[in-house]
C-alpha cells in the first residue's frame, strides 16, 4: 500500500505552465487596451460618501451672511472622530464650486466645533448631537450623519444603504430653519423625511 | 515525513511569474480611459436585503468585487447620478449575529466568498469553492466525494464522514442527519446565481444548534429580482463538462422570478495506479425562485430544485469466501427535491420577523448506506429592540423526519423506518455597552432531540473596536454533536478476516445509550487595517472536546454459519481531546488593478481515549487534517475586459489510518491560473487550469472500503453569456 506514495508520486510538469503564461502574454496582446463595457462600479464606502459630499456643495446656497467676503471658502468639516480616514480632505483638495474654493477642516468633537458649511457628524459625537445640530444651525451649516437617527433629532441629511448602494435622506424643515436653500435636483434625487404631525 | 522543498519552490516561482505577466501588461494599458460610470453600470444589481443604514466605519475586511473600483478622485469627477450607481464594497453576513453585520464588525471568525470570487477561481462546484475559505480542511477523496471540515476532525471512518460542520443553502441544512456527514455531491447550484457563501469558523451553535460544532457554512443564492435576463453557461474541460441555463424574469411589478436547468458530466479520475477509478458521475439539476418585495417591509420568497444523477463507485465489497473481499464496481442513482417558502416582514429597521418553512426529500440507492429520507421543517425568527442599547434575535422551530433505510451488506439497523422530530429555540441578546465601541452577544440554543433529550448550547461574544481600523473579539462557547440515526440504530460490517478453518468478522456496533459529543471553544480574534487598501484578519483557537465517538472490542461471541466468531466493536463516548491554532488572513488592494489575498492556517490536534478504544481512532482524528496550510489568491485587471486570476495553494501532509497503509499522505501544491476575456458586454470567455503544477495527486485516503481516486490536472474553456 505504502509504495502508492513513493518517491517519484510527484509529477512536476513545467511546459504546460509554460505554454499556458506565454497564451495568457499572447492574448493579452492581442487584445490590448479596449473600451467594452466594463462591469459594475463600487468603490470604499467612505470614499463614495465622500463624493457625495462633495456634490451636496453643487446643490446648496448658502446666505451670503455665512461668508466673510465673495472669495472664502466653503468650509467642508468633520466633528468627531473621521471614518472617512482622508477621503473628504482628499475629495474635496483642489476643487472649486461657485468660484469658492474648498477647504477642509476637523473638529475632535463638539466643543471645540466652529463655523463652517458643511459639517459631517460622526458617530462618535453621538451624545452631543443635540449641541452639535443647534451649533451648525446657528452658522448655516449643512449637517450630514450616517446615524440612524440623525434626520429624526434635527439634522439635514442622512446616508443610508439600499442595495449597497448610497441613498440620502433629506429633512426639509431643518434646512429651510437654517436659511439654507437645497436645489430641486438635490431634492429629487434623495428621500424626503416625512414629518410627524 | 518527507518534504518536497523544490515542488514549493517551483510552485511559488510559478506564481511570481505570473504576477509579472500582467503587471507589465497593465502598466502598458494605464492610460486607457475609464468608462463613464452611466455606461457602465449596466450589470446585475446586488442583492436587496440591506436597506438598513450603514453605521461608522471599521476596517474593511474584505474587498468583493473590483471589476470597476473607483478610487476618491474618479468618484469626485461623476455627477450624482453617476454617484448614485456606485456600489459600495463591503460584505455582510447573517450567520454569526443572525442581524446582518459587516465582516469587519463580525464577532467570529468569519470569511466570506463573494461572487466575484467565485467567478475568478475558476472552481466548478461548491465543495470546490470552500477551498477559497482561510482555515477549512478541503480534500478530495475521488471525483465524486470530498472529506470538508474546519478545525480538524476531517476523518472519513467507518461511512462516519465529517460530522462537525453544519452547511446551510438558503437556510436549509445540507448535513445528512442519518450520518451527520455532507453527501457534497448532491450539492450544487447555478454558481453564477449564488450572491456569496458565508464561512464561519468556530462553534455557531448557539444560533444554528447541533453539529454547527467547529463551523458553520450558509451558501446564500441571489434574489430573483438580482437575476434578470438569460444566463447560459457552457464549460468543457478535460475533467468534466458543464452546461446551463437561467432565465429571469418579471411576473407583475412587485414579483420576479427564475428558473434554471444545469447538466454536469464528470469523467472518471485514475487510481493512484494509473487505472480507470471508475468514479465518474453525471447530474441533472433544476430549480426556479420567486420573490415577491411588497412595499419596503415584506419579501415573499418561494424556491425550489430537484436533481437526479448517477454516481460511479469503486469499493471493497466483502464475501463469504475466499478472498473474502473483492473490488466491487458500481453505478448507483441519486435524486432528491426541495422546497422553501420564506416570509420576511420588516416591522421598522431595527425590528423584523420572518418565517420559513422548507420541505426536503432524498433518495439514494448507495450500495453502502441505501435509503430515502423526507425531512419537513418550520422556523420562526423575530428581531427587536428591547431597550436602545439590546437587541434581541429570538427564534423557533420545529422539524420532523421520516426515513426508510435498506438493510445492506455492510450496514443493518433494527428500524428500517424511523419518524424523528427536532424542537429548537434560540435567544441572543446583543448589548450595546459603548455605541460604536464595545458590544457583547449572549446567546442560547435550546434543542430537544429523540436521541439525548434536551441540549443546551450556550455562547458569549464580544466585540471591541477601539478605533475605525482595529477590532478586537472573544468568544466562548459550548457546542453538542448529537448522535444521529447510524450512532444510535446500525450495525456496520468493518471487515471480515478468514482464519485457518475460521471466518471472523469484526462488527461496529449501534449504542442507543451514546452522549452528544461536546465541546467548549474559546476564540480570541483580531482585524487590523495597517495601512490603506490592506486588511489582516486573524483569528485562534482553544477547543476542548468531551464525549468523542469512539469504537470498544467487547467480548467476542459465535455466531451463525457460516461466521464463526464475530468481534464486536461497539460506540461509545470514549475520547476526550484538545485542538488549538491560528488562521491568518490578508487582503491586499496592490493597485486599482491587482488585489491579493492569502491566508495561512494551523492547527493542533491532541486526542486520547479514556479506555478501551483502539489508539488508531484517535490518531487517525489527530492527523486527519493538515497541520499547515496556506493559498495565496492574484487578481489581476489586465485591461478594463481582460482577467489574469492565479491561485495557489499549499496543503501539508495528512495521515492514513494505519488499517489502510502506513506513512502519511504527503503534501501537495495546487496552482489554479485562468484567463477571462469580455469581449463584449454580457459574454465572458474563460480559458484555464486547475492543478497546473502535477498531473495527479491523491488528497485523502478513506479508512478502509471506500476507494480514492488522484485528483488530475484539468485544462478548460468556459463561455458565460448574458443576455
Known sequence: MRDRFGPNFTRLAAPPWAAASALALLLTLAVGPSAAPGAEPVAGEYDLKAAFVYQFTHYTEWPAESFEDSTSPIVVAVVGEDPFRGALERAVRDKTVGGRSLAYRHFANANALEPCHVLYVSPSERQQLGQIVRDAQDFAALTVADTEDFTREGGMVRFLTENKKVRFEIRRKAVEAAGLRIKAQLLKAGHIYQERP | MRRQPLWVIIALAAHAATLAVPAGAAAGTQRAPLLPVSAAATTEPVEGADADAAPAGAAAAQHDDDDAFHSVDELTSMSLEELMEVSILNTRVTSVTRERTRVAEAPAAVHVITQDDIRRSGHTSIPELLRLAPGLSIARINANQWAISARGFNHVFHNRYADKLLVLQDGRPLYNPMSSGIYWESQDYLLQDIDRIEVVRGPGSTLWGANAVNGVINVVTKSARDTQGTLAHALAGTQESIGALRHGGRIDEETYYRVFAKYRDHYNFANPDGTDAHDGWDQFRGGFRIDRHVGDGDVFTLQGEGYEGQIGRTHDLDTLDLPFSVVSQDQFSINGADVIGRWTHSISPTSDFSLQMFYDRISRNDPVVG??????????????????????????????????????????????????????????????????????????????????????????????????????????????????????????????????????????????????????????????????????????????????????????????????????????????????????????????????????????????????????????????????????????????????????????????????????????????????????????????????????HPEFVPEAREHYSEVERMFYAQLVWKF
Not at chain 2, 494 to 510: D, I, N
Open chain 2, 371 to 696: 435509503y430515502e429520507q423526507d425531512t419537513f421543517d418550520v422556523e420562526f425568527q423575530h428581531r427587536f429592540a428591547l431597550t436602545e442599547r439590546q437587541q434581541i434575535v429570538w427564534g423557533v422551530g420545529a422539524r420532523l423526519m421520516s426515513d426508510e433505510l435498506e438493510n445492506t451488506q455492510v450496514i443493518r439497523v433494527r428500524d428500517t423506518s424511523r419518524q424523528t422530530y427536532l424542537l429548537h429555540a434560540f435567544v441572543q441578546d446583543h448589548v450595546t455597552i459603548v455605541p460604536e465601541r464595545l458590544h457583547l452577544f449572549v446567546g442560547s440554543k435550546f434543542e430537544v432531540n429523540p436521541f439525548t433529550g434536551l441540549e443546551v448550547q450556550p455562547g458569549v461574544r464580544g466585540l471591541w473596536t477601539p478605533n475605525e481600523t482595529n477590532t478586537v473579539w472573544a468568544a466562548a462557547s459550548r457546542a453538542v454533536r448529537t448522535p444521529n440515526r447510524l450512532d444510535d440504530d446500525a450495525d456496520i460490517l468493518f471487515t471480515r478476516v478468514g482464519l485457518p478453518g475460521s471466518l471472523v468478522e469484526v462488527r461496529g456496533e449501534h449504542n442507543n445509550e451514546l452522549k452528544s459529543e461536546e465541546v467548549l471553544a474559546l476564540e480570541l480574534g483580531y482585524r487590523v487595517e495597517p495601512v490603506e487598501h490592506l486588511s489582516l484578519d486573524v483569528a485562534t483557537f482553544y477547543n476542548r472536546y468531551d464525549n468523542l465517538i469512539g469504537y470498544v472490542p467487547t467480548e467476542p461471541r459465535l455466531a451463525d454459519p457460516p461466521l464463526d466468531l464475530i468481534f464486536p466493536r461497539q460506540a461509545r463516548n470514549v475520547m476526550a481531546g484538545e485542538t488549538f491554532g491560528a488562521e491568518v488572513a490578508a487582503h491586499w488592494r496592490v493597485s486599482d488593478r491587482w488585489r491579493l489575498s492569502g491566508s495561512y492556517s494551523f492547527i493542533e490536534t491532541r486526542i486520547n481515549n479514556r479506555g478501551g478504544v483502539d489508539a488508531s481512532d484517535a490518531t487517525t482524528i489527530e492527523d486527519s487534517a493538515p497541520r499547515n496550510q496556506f493559498q495565496v489568491h492574484s487578481y489581476v485587471n489586465v485591461t478594463r475586459d481582460l482577467e489574469l486570476n492565479a491561485a495557489l495553494y499549499f496543503v501539508d501532509e495528512i495521515g492514513i489510518h494505519p488499517n489502510v497503509g502506513r506513512g502519511d499522505l504527503p503534501e501537495y501544491a495546487r496552482l489554479d491560473v485562468n484567463v477571462a476575456w469580455r469581449p463584449r458586454e454580457g459574454l465572458e470567455l474563460t480559458i484555464g487550469v486547475q492543478n497546473l503544477l502535477d498531473e495527479a
